[in-house]
């Protein structure tokens, strides 16, 4: 997996308007592990794209009408098959950390990377996905030298009060196990 003007060459791409440049002098240095299903608990039901694309219908479910106007988005989402689709270029500031908080800085859409992964809190998550991050970490992690290892947490971390994800059901030391693989 490779890493052109900010985009993973041969994903899937869906172009989110919702983002914006980074500030002047910030260099990205944090990845953001998210978990999101739409509907809540549903699984393949391709709602995050329309989401992120600001097209989600707010009759199509009880749920979306309280998130419909959400102008919300992360960098790319990670479906349950392991399938990647890119929607904001790592180099421009994704909207999916809100109210946050990492290593004493605040607004951590500033100088992070956020991957979603389709998830729950409690299910546990597909060993597709798992390689699906580390390969995009590994692609990462070269052409964003500022971020490292010790700089990859998860949404519950730079917002606790706020998000619980991506929750236990994340496997942690299998992914740094596969991330190490990865990167060699």
């Excluded at 989600?56 to 990670?78: E, F, T, W």
Aim: aromatic content about 8%.
């Amino acid at each position: 997996m490779t890493i052109e003007n900010g985009w993973l060459a041969g994903v899937r791409q869906v172009r989110s308007p919702n983002h914006d440049a980074r500030p002047a002098g910030s260099r990205v240095d944090t990845l953001v592990v998210h978990g999101i299903t739409l509907p809540p608990g549903r699984f393949g039901r391709g709602q995050v794209d329309a989401l992120f694309t600001n097209a989600l219908d707010p009759r199509a479910h009880p749920y979306y009408a309280a998130i419909a106007d959400l102008k919300v988005s992360a960098h790319a989402l990670i479906e349950r098959t392991g399938r990647i689709t890119q929607y904001v270029s790592f180099d421009a500031r994704a909207w999916h950390a809100g109210r946050s908080c990492f290593d004493g800085r605040e607004a951590v859409n500033d100088f992070g990377i956020g991957i979603e992964l389709e998830g729950t809190d409690d299910c546990p998550y597909a060993p597709a996905q798992y390689r699906a991050l580390a390969a995009m970490t590994a692609a990462l992690l070269p052409a964003y030298p500022a971020l490292t290892a010790d700089r990859i947490v998860g949404h519950s971390d730079i917002a606790p009060q706020r998000k619980t994800d991506p929750g236990p059901a994340f496997d942690w030391a299998l992914f740094h196990r596969l991330r190490e693989r990865a990167c060699t």
